[in-house]
């Protein structure tokens, strides 16, 4: 880990751009960055919860252990922070997270974090606003999964990673087929078959983990219907 300085800092969050120059005083002498290879993790599920962790560059999975198996609830882009429902819910991280490609991130002393929660009204409100947009996205993944078939979950998949995650039709898919298979709640025999299908029926082009968008009008379609 390295201490960093916030001040100068070109990756801050909107709730930090929020804190005064005392505070972010505070912020560089509470906060240190660490960097992560793909499939390190970066915090683990039933560990104590001691740290905000900001995602400054890279690609995070969140996964739990269930009583039966581990499921990847959702991908994380930067900026973003983790941990948010653990810090201020429990004392224990109720999930793990694990870096899919080369991470950054900045792991924040929890009792600073929360003084500025109390003492910054704005910092506050962005961070309130934060874990909104993650609750609403969170019950809008919990939709899908129990009302769409498994090929409209898998075109969800595939148009969240062209939409949300690179900007392209073309991207290569971070995760291998057992993570996406995981992430949408189906077998991975399940995944390799309706990407297979895709490729055949010509609305998407797969060379390995590369995909190219062909037909993006009836993904969407078949997305929406389920």
Wanted: with cysteine.
């Amino acid at each position: 880990m390295e201490r960093t300085i916030c001040k100068f800092c070109n990756l801050k969050s909107v709730a930090a751009q929020k804190l005064n120059e005392e505070e972010i005083t505070l912020l560089e002498n509470n906060c240190a960055e660490a960097h992560f290879k793909a499939g390190d993790i970066i915090i683990k599920q039933d560990a104590l919860s001691t740290n905000v962790v900001y995602v400054k560059s890279g690609l995070v999975k969140i996964h739990i252990k269930g009583p039966i198996k581990e499921r990847i609830m959702k991908i994380i882009k930067p900026p973003a922070y983790l941990c948010l429902p653990s810090t201020f819910g429990d004392k224990i991280n109720h999930f793990s997270a694990t870096a899919i490609e080369e991470t950054t991130v900045c792991f924040i002393d929890v009792t600073v974090f929360k003084q500025f929660i109390y003492e910054n009204g704005e910092f506050a409100f962005q961070i309130i606003l934060d874990m909104s947009k993650g609750e609403l996205q969170n019950f809008h993944n919990c939709l899908n999964n129990s009302q769409k078939q498994n090929i409209g979950r898998v075109a969800d998949a595939i148009l969240f990673f062209a939409n949300e995650i690179y900007n392209s039709n073309t991207f290569t898919l971070p995760i291998p087929r057992q993570d996406l298979a995981d992430l949408t709640g189906i077998t991975r025999e399940s995944a390799s078959r309706i990407l297979t299908d895709f490729h055949n029926e010509k609305i998407i082009q797969m060379d390995n983990r590369k995909i190219t968008i062909v037909n993006e009008k009836l993904l969407h379609q078949i997305s929406e219907r389920g």
